[in-house]
């Protein structure tokens, strides 16, 4: 086994605002499929990355419990995390040291109502 994780869905109840909402955060582009309500994140196999989507539809519900993904949060999860309130979210946990060469988290709710993390190394 290279890696624990291999992909990751986020539901979605609005499936056009939660897309918005974290095309905003991550300042990225996220691609649709075009056969259903779904979007791909953005990721680098390249790099060693994994990815995942914003999934809508009935199985998709949306949750502060359960598994918590951290999304990369870049050089400086301060960046993203920045516009979390600005794009309809909410933070529960700001910017926080996880340990020495660990890096950071911070903990936001999205416009769904999921407990999404972010983390960096600075």
Known sequence: MVTTLNWFEIPAQDFKRAKTFYAKVLDAQIHDDPDRQYAYLPSDPKKGGFGGAIAGGENY?????GTTVYLDGGDDLAVPLGRVESAGGK????????????????????????????????
């Open 61 to 65: 519900v949306p949750s502060m419990t």
């Open 91 to 122: 933070i529960i946990l700001p910017k926080t040291a996880i340990g020495e060469n660990r890096g950071f988290i911070a903990l936001f709710i999205d416009t769904e109502g999921n407990k999404v993390g972010l983390h960096s190394i600075g």
